[in-house]
T-cell receptor, first 113, second 110 residues
Framework: DADVTQTPRNRITKTGKRIMLECSQT?????MYWYRQDPGLGLRLIYY???????NKGEISDGYSVSRQAQAKFSLSLESAIPNQTALYFC????????????FGEGSRLTVL | GQNIDQPTEMTATEGAIVQINCTYQ??????LFWYQQHAGEAPTFLSY????GLEEKGRFSSFLSRSKGYSYLLLKELQMKDSASYLC???????????FGAGTRLFVKA
């Protein structure tokens, strides 16, 4: 089983709908991140969290919100989805420390029509 | 602010050596990463440099020059399975968040 699990893996929705992407991890890491990936733009940081009560905005947080329900769970919400939020979304975790290596989930492909 | 630049695409031949360059400008610096990402898959960690110099790990090596804001990833004895995107990323002061470049798509041909 994957250490970082994202659900759903694929989702098609309509403009204006509320969408939640969920991420859970069994690595015991404190740090969790949400990135989106678009062709030609690479991975862009949306939000990150270092603890259950800690939420920080990344490069492109407008139109998104997050919730850190527990150390192992970090969910991303789109309150009112729009077509330019069509992208591949990755959750990642990190133990921090010397290297801060990121461990990624398998990705959630979201299409907003 | 932070800015990371790397070539969009490169092509190389099986068995050869390829060098993928990356330049970065970051507010604070806590390390330079390389990740590999095969099409349709998640990125996976390849290397980390925080001090100047070359880090070697099997067929892959990564170099860092902090004064020049420059890094490269060197892949030796290329194999077809090395066809993937290679993502350069840097972490700012405190190592709190990692910012990625757009990635370099490497095509390995027979």
């Amino acid at each position: 089983d994957a250490d970082v699990t994202q659900t759903p893996r694929n989702r098609i929705t309509k403009t204006g709908k509320r969408i939640m992407l969920e991420c859970s991890q069994t690595k015991g890491h404190d740090r969790m991140y949400w990135y989106r990936q678009d062709p030609g733009l690479g991975l862009r940081l949306i939000y990150y969290s270092f603890d259950v009560k800690d939420i920080n905005k990344g490069e492109i947080s407008d139109g998104y919100s997050v919730s850190r329900q527990a150390q192992a769970k970090f969910s991303l919400s789109l309150e009112s989805a729009i077509p330019n939020q069509t992208a591949l979304y990755f959750c990642a975790t990190s133990a921090g420390g010397r290297t801060g290596e990121l461990f990624f989930g398998e990705g959630s492909r979201l299409t907003v029509l | 602010g932070q800015n990371i630049d790397q070539p969009t695409e490169m092509t190389a031949t099986e068995g050869a050596i390829v060098q993928i360059n990356c330049t970065y400008q970051t507010s604070g610096f806590n390390g330079l990463f390389w990740y590999q990402q095969h099409a349709g898959e998640a990125p996976t960690f390849l290397s980390y440099n925080v001090l100047d110099g070359l880090e070697e790990k099997g067929r892959f090596s990564s170099f860092l020059s902090r004064s020049k804001g420059y890094s490269y990833l060197l892949l030796k004895e290329l194999q077809m399975k090395d066809s993937a995107s290679y993502l350069c990323a840097s972490t700012g002061t405190g190592g709190f968040k990692t910012i990625f470049g757009a990635g370099t798509r490497l095509f390995v041909k027979a």
